[in-house]
């Protein structure tokens, strides 16, 4: 078991969840409670929003101090799991942020059968880590939607190991059929961006015509 973070650390972490969750709220990402945020507090730990909280309106009460390696905590969504996966496999990756945008939902539904929908072409998308030019292609990876999160799991962490193998930019995100968007970070404000950067280029996506139903 890991000992508990600094104080300082767990309340920075917290406030960047907060922050997080009210700026998706206010663009729209997460009707309803749905949608999730955690940020690394330390090499042991990450602060994640509870279940069933309004994102948009979190308090101290609704982030959670989750260790690492660790069951989850009592009143922890269950996807919580694909958040933990993600810090377990990148040691380097400071925040993970999940929407339920209308592009993301929608894109995901279409592209589904393709198990990717690809971004090419456009300069945004520099707005991606290590990402330099708008001639690069990015391949948003796209799982089908279950409600077995450990078996989802599996697949997610599956298709990353993948993915390191081979020579392509590796997405900073990924797609959940008639879901929604994770993306992360190194820290919270790169998720954010990343966040941000997706969200755009899939509205993008849907004013070309990418969605037919």
Known sequence: ?????????????????????S??????????????????????HVALTRSG????????????????????????????????????????????????SRAAALISRAHLEAGFVRLTGWELQKAFAGVRTHEAAIDIPIFVNDQNIPELAVRIAEHRAMSRNSNRLTS??????SHGLYAWGQNSREAMRHLEAFDALLELLLLEGAYQP
């Open 172 to 177: 900073p995100g990924y797609l959940i059929s």
């Open 53 to 100: 909280a309004d994102k948009g309106a979190l308090s101290q009460e609704d982030v959670l101090i989750q260790p690492l390696r660790e069951s989850l905590l009592p009143n922890s969504s269950a996807e919580a799991l694909l958040h933990l996966d993600i810090y377990e496999d990148d040691p380097l990756v400071g925040a993970v942020f999940h929407i339920h």
């Open 1 to 21: 078991m890991h000992p508990l973070p600094p104080h300082d650390l767990v309340k920075g972490a917290i406030e960047a969840v907060i922050a997080a969750g």
């Open 23 to 44: 700026f998706a709220s206010r663009r729209g990402w997460i009707p309803a409670t749905s949608g999730n945020f955690s940020v690394r507090v330390d090499a042991g």
